[in-house]
């Protein structure tokens, strides 16, 4: 089982629609999870963090966490076609302590249809 | 607003060539990373460093070694370069002594070896 597991898609969505992004991750004692955003022929950027337990909002952008089932999710509301892009999550593992080091998904790539 | 600057957006270099791949941070970060991202594959951990003279092997060592003779600046050198380590290589900082310090991504050098 990977660590840090991601659909790679592509997910299509149609402009102004909810895009609805999916995670799961093996270490139950995993603390700080990311999503970040990666542009073709760009470098990741980061959108969200998450360390606790429900929803954290940023705009049009919603990260949900669930810990018991090791799950975490990035909604988009009213995507746009600049949300088109390959979407990374990554956690930190047992163990990284104060290292920071992440691992991360393959990512899931977004088409947003105008 | 922190910056990590990689010395080149494009190399190529030949088989058998040694080869210096630079970065640098302006904020004092203490964590350093150096990861692969290839198709398929997503982002790989090659090395990082807590510390200045300080380095630990992440998933895909082989082939690589790194030098960090100063806080702001990690370099990853490839010993021998083969065709196999054509990639996109991605530099990261982070601040150390939070796990909730998300990682900060140079522009990427894309290397191609011939």
């Known amino acids: 089982q990977k660590e840090v597991e991601q659909n790679s898609g592509p997910l299509s969505v149609p402009e102004g629609a909810i895009a609805s992004l999916n995670c799961t991750y093996s270490?139950?004692?995993?603390?700080?999870f990311f999503w970040y955003r990666q542009y073709s022929g760009k470098s990741p950027e980061l959108i969200m963090s998450?360390?606790?337990?429900g929803d954290k909002e940023d705009g049009r952008f919603t990260a949900q966490l669930n810990k018991a089932s090791q799950y975490v999710s990035l909604l988009i509301r009213d995507s746009q076609p600049s949300d088109s892009a390959t979407y990374l999550c990554?956690?930190?593992?047992?163990?990284?302590?104060?290292?920071?080091?992440?691992?991360f998904g393959q990512g899931t790539t977004l088409q947003v249809k105008p | 607003d922190v910056k990590v600057t990689q010395s080149s957006r494009y190399l190529v270099k030949r088989t058998g060539e040694k080869v210096f791949l630079e970065c640098v941070q302006d904020?004092?970060?203490?964590?350093m990373f150096w990861y692969r991202q290839d198709p398929g594959l997503g982002l790989r951990l090659i090395y990082f460093?807590?510390?200045?003279?300080?380095?630990e092997k992440g998933d895909i060592p082989e082939g690589y070694s790194v030098s960090r003779e100063k806080k702001e600046r990690f370099s990853l050198i490839l010993e021998s370069a083969s065709t196999n380590q054509t990639s996109m290589y991605l530099c990261?900082?982070?601040?150390?002594?939070?796990?909730?310090?998300?990682?900060?991504f140079g522009n990427g050098t894309r290397l191609t070896v011939t």
């Open positions: 990261a900082s982070s601040l150390a002594g939070r796990a909730d310090s998300p990682l900060h």
């Open positions: 270490d139950r004692v995993s603390q700080s």
């Open positions: 998450i360390y606790s337990n």
């Open positions: 990554a956690v930190t593992l047992r163990g990284s302590g104060n290292t920071g080091k992440l691992i």
């Open positions: 904020m004092d970060h203490e964590n």
């Open positions: 460093s807590y510390d200045v003279k300080m380095k």
